[in-house]
């Protein structure tokens, strides 16, 4: 287990959206199902109270707390995607599940949890010495919904 395992809170659907999760990248698991001892105020005892799952090594809890939460991009989760086919799969997958497209590479899925989804190298685009092409790729980065590498990768050459 890491040292520091992120928190998600959910009404009901902790352990519908950890088996989601899992299944949108490697080395992910469903480590835990914990089932409520008593009744509580936001369910019956019985009911699946908490879920410990993996994405790609690191450890997450799923909460069902009974009464919505509210999320916001302040605190966000950023899968890195290996190549375009990743990241039009991930994408796509939250999309279809429910999912709502923001922009810059943003998605929230249908709990309202927000994701960057993100191609590897296009850090290290708008981090290149190459100042014109930093800025031609982050300018053309503003103008996408779903980051697209190709195209991210011509602005930065200035095609």
Request: aromatic letters at 10%; hydrophobic letters at 40%; a negative charge.
């Amino acid at each position: 287990m890491s040292k520091i395992s992120p928190c998600i809170w959910f009404e009901t659907e902790a352990e519908q959206a950890a088996n989601f999760y899992c299944s949108l990248v490697p080395n992910s698991s469903v480590d835990r199902v914990q089932r409520a001892p008593i009744d509580y105020p936001g369910g019956k005892a019985g009911n699946v109270l908490v879920v410990g799952f993996t994405l790609a090594g690191q450890t997450y809890i799923g909460l069902n707390g009974g009464s919505p939460a509210a999320f916001s991009n302040a605190v966000s989760f950023t899968i890195h995607c290996e190549d375009q086919a990743e990241v039009d799969r991930v994408w796509d997958a939250i999309l279809s599940n429910g999912g709502k497209e923001n922009a810059c590479g943003w998605i929230n899925d249908r709990w309202g949890v927000p994701w960057q989804v993100v191609p590897n190298g296009f850090t290290e685009l708008l981090a290149s010495e190459n100042g014109e092409g930093a800025k031609r790729a982050m300018a053309a980065m503003m103008d996408m919904v779903k980051l697209d590498m190709a195209a991210l990768k011509k602005a930065f050459d200035g095609k």
